[in-house]
């Protein structure tokens, strides 16, 4: 079966970001002038998928206004001659069909995905995590929609991690197989650095089958009291074979800090019209910083002196 529809779980409470997540979305975080959230649905739409069901929750209508209709904007564009922009404008209200549900409570990864159980039916189903992008020649989900056609049954999307980082993830126990895919053994959310079976962690791509929400509707809260999808996976791997890819790309956690600001320097590097200035101005600062790092080291030793 095709692999058609996909969920994009927004709903957390994005407390790594706070404050800025206190009243909005961390999953519209824009990176440069697009939000993070615009990615992942570009991603899901050029790896062939047709439906989108985002869950969302609290302070989260800024995600319906922005893939909506904007008359009023539209208006004002097409009176100003603003075409380009109009034409950009309509492209995001066009993309798919988006479709919401909200999760009333943010009780963790796993319940966010049970809360599509009726969207997805009996078919196997994508999984993006509606903080995580990812920058590569091929579509990531498209990546591993690929592997899913040959195997047939659940993929993870993974790579590998430095090893003091495994207690921030999803860590896969797996056989490496070929052509980057493991055959996963046992799976485990984030186990600690001396427990860690590998350091190949799952990273916010997922292509599940529907026997997962069997399982999800029975599982008990796990890692700080959520309900963790990773947990459900591990009793899937008891009765169902399932893969990993380790997916090309280089892969950003916006719901981190430091992934934020390496995604908004990285994708600012990456367009035409802002790279030039922009890395004059980031060579500037390096070399100012040096500098000063410099006359401070020579004014303490001067005063050592
Ligand atoms: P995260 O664990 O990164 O999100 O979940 P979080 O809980 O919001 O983050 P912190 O740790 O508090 O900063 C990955 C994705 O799953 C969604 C989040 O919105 C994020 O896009 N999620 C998480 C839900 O939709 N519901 C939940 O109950 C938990």
Same mark, same amino acid.
């Given at each position: 079966?095709?692999?058609?529809?996909?969920?994009?779980?927004?709903?957390?409470?994005?407390?790594?970001?706070?404050?800025?997540?206190?009243?909005?979305?961390?999953?519209?975080?824009?990176?440069?002038?697009?939000?993070?959230?615009?990615?992942?649905?570009?991603?899901?739409?050029?790896?062939?998928?047709?439906?989108?069901?985002?869950?969302?929750?609290?302070?989260? %209508?800024?995600?319906?206004?922005?893939?909506?209709?904007?008359?009023?904007?539209?208006?004002?564009?097409?009176? %100003?001659?603003?075409?380009?922009?109009?034409?950009?404008?309509?492209?995001?209200?066009?993309?798919?069909?988006?479709?919401?549900?909200?999760?009333?409570?943010?009780?963790?990864?796993?319940?966010?995905?049970? *809360?599509?159980?009726?969207?997805?039916?009996?078919?196997?189903?994508?999984?993006? @995590?509606?903080?995580?992008?990812?920058?590569?020649?091929?579509? *990531?989900?498209?990546?591993?929609?690929?592997?899913?056609?040959?195997?047939?049954?659940?993929?993870?999307?993974?790579?590998?991690?430095?090893?003091?980082?495994?207690?921030?993830?999803?860590?896969?126990?797996?056989?490496? @197989?070929?052509?980057?895919?493991?055959?996963?053994?046992?799976?485990?959310?984030?186990?600690?650095?001396?427990?860690?079976?590998?350091?190949?962690?799952?990273?916010?791509?997922?292509?599940? %089958?529907?026997?997962?929400?069997?399982?999800?509707?029975?599982?008990?809260?796990?890692?700080?009291?959520?309900?963790?999808?990773?947990?459900?996976?591990?009793?899937?791997?008891?009765?169902?074979?399932?893969?990993?890819?380790?997916?090309?790309?280089?892969?950003?956690?916006?719901?981190?800090?430091?992934?934020?600001?390496?995604?908004?320097?990285?994708?600012?590097?990456?367009?035409?019209?802002?790279?030039?200035?922009?890395?004059?101005?980031?060579? $500037?600062?390096?070399?100012?910083?040096?500098?000063?790092?410099?006359?401070?080291?020579?004014?303490?030793?001067?005063? $050592?002196?």
């Amino acid at each position: 079966m095709k692999v058609k529809k996909a969920v994009i779980p927004a709903a957390g409470f994005g407390t790594r970001f706070l404050p800025y997540t206190k009243a909005q979305p961390k999953e519209m975080l824009p990176i440069v002038d697009k939000p993070t959230l615009q990615f992942i649905i570009e991603e899901a739409i050029d790896s062939g998928i047709e439906e989108i069901l985002i869950i969302t929750g609290r302070n989260k %209508t800024s995600i319906e206004n922005h893939f909506d209709r904007s008359i009023e904007l539209e208006l004002e564009l097409e009176r %100003t001659g603003k075409t380009e922009l109009l034409r950009e404008i309509r492209k995001i209200s066009d993309m798919a069909n988006i479709h919401y549900i909200r999760q009333k409570e943010p009780l963790g990864l796993g319940h966010a995905i049970y *809360c599509a159980k009726s969207f997805i039916g009996d078919e196997p189903f994508a999984v993006l @995590l509606g903080d995580d992008i990812v920058y590569s020649k091929k579509p *990531c989900l498209k990546q591993l929609i690929e592997v899913y056609d040959v195997y047939k049954t659940t993929v993870i999307g993974v790579q590998e991690v430095p090893k003091e980082d495994v207690n921030k993830y999803g860590i896969i126990n797996g056989k490496y @197989l070929d052509n980057n895919v493991y055959m996963i053994k046992d799976l485990i959310e984030k186990p600690s650095v001396e427990a860690a079976p590998s350091n190949i962690a799952i990273l916010g791509r997922y292509i599940i %089958t529907p026997a997962i929400f069997d399982i999800l509707e029975k599982i008990k809260p796990g890692k700080h009291g959520e309900i963790q999808l990773t947990d459900a996976l591990r009793e899937l791997v008891k009765s169902e074979a399932m893969y990993a890819y380790d997916f090309e790309g280089r892969r950003y956690d916006l719901g981190d800090k430091q992934g934020f600001l390496e995604a908004t320097v990285e994708y600012a590097l990456r367009r035409n019209d802002l790279r030039d200035n922009f890395l004059k101005y980031l060579t $500037e600062i390096v070399e100012r910083e040096t500098k000063e790092e410099l006359l401070d080291e020579i004014a303490s030793g001067a005063e $050592e002196n």
